[in-house]
């Protein structure tokens, strides 16, 4: 077991066609960049790695507070690289006690309620398709990138977990509007129902981050505790050294 | 019960002059594509025609 558990997060990367490759070469590189700027251990399962037994041995080795999924899903799975399920019902268990958000199609329908029976604090899932909306470059639309990572970037900061379904909802809501105030409708469409058919299940008091950053904080009060420490053992030892001279030792 | 040939064709000029792209069920999906789907009422067209009648509703409730 290398991690501390609260500071390790698992990310699910899959490119095993255009979509998952634009959405996890594209937007979720920026994800990873962000978490490992808050001291997060990131165990980023990309292409290859993007596997069920690379996932479980993720879970046993590091025992992570948050697990991502960018992929394909279905109602029950979350899909591996080769498209066989890399989570699903049968192995929901390996999810107690983390949160997990699950960017991919039809996620939130039975696995949500699965992982939440099986002991996950929360789970953040689509019960329907999950539209990726891009431009005529293949870029994604403005706010499409902001609404598909602020989740994890909050979660990643503390927040609770209702909090961050809550800001998520009003991320959405803003990125509407501004799509329909230039005329965008079939955008703003296409994003209100990604927002429409985005769920949370479970404990909306639970939070990732605080554990984190209570051991940034406490190495932090080692460290002067120790610089302290030290100190007054050098000032007393060269006040000894100097009292064993004056008395002729 | 299909869809008004208005309300297809509005969707489907809209995603040309618009130019959008989507990605779904494992393809990327050209402004031509999504005006194909839509004016034919294709599984993928369906779906889309109901997110632009959820989304018209919505602003029509404003």
Known sequence: ?249 | MPYPDELKEAIAQHALQKKVKIGLAGKIYSPEEIAFHVRNETEVGKKIIEAVVRGAVERLGR
């Open chain 1, 1 to 249: 077991m290398k991690g501390l558990g609260a500071n390790d997060v698992v990310l699910i990367r899959t490119t095993f066609d255009e979509p998952t490759r634009i959405l996890n070469t594209q937007v979720t590189p920026e994800l990873i960049t962000y978490l490992k700027s808050r001291f997060y251990n990131v165990i980023d399962l990309y292409e290859e790695k993007a596997y069920k037994e690379q996932l479980l041995y993720a879970c046993i080795q590091y025992i992570p507070a948050m697990v991502l999924g960018f992929s394909h899903g279905t109602a029950v799975s979350l899909l591996a690289q080769d498209a066989t399920p890399a989570l699903d019902i049968g192995t929901a268990l390996w999810m107690n006690n983390k949160i997990v958000y699950l960017y991919a199609c039809h996620c939130g329908k039975e696995l949500a309620q699965a992982l939440i029976d099986n002991g996950a604090k929360a789970v953040f899932a689509f019960n329907d398709v999950v539209y990726l909306i891009l431009d005529e470059s293949n870029n994604p639309v403005e706010g499409y990138r902001e609404t598909c990572l602020l989740v994890p970037k909050l979660l990643a900061e503390g927040y609770k977990v209702k909090d961050c379904y809550q800001a998520a909802l009003d991320e959405y809501e803003k990125w509407i509007r501004f799509h329909e105030e230039k005329g965008n409708t079939l955008v703003a469409d296409l994003l209100r129902w990604n927002r429409d058919h985005f769920i949370l299940k479970g404990a909306g008091e639970s939070t990732v981050g605080l554990s984190a950053y209570l051991f940034i904080g406490l190495t932090d009060v080692l460290t002067m505790a120790n610089v302290l420490i030290w100190g007054i053992g050098n000032i007393a030892l060269e006040a000894w050294r100097a009292y064993k001279a004056w008395r002729g030792y």
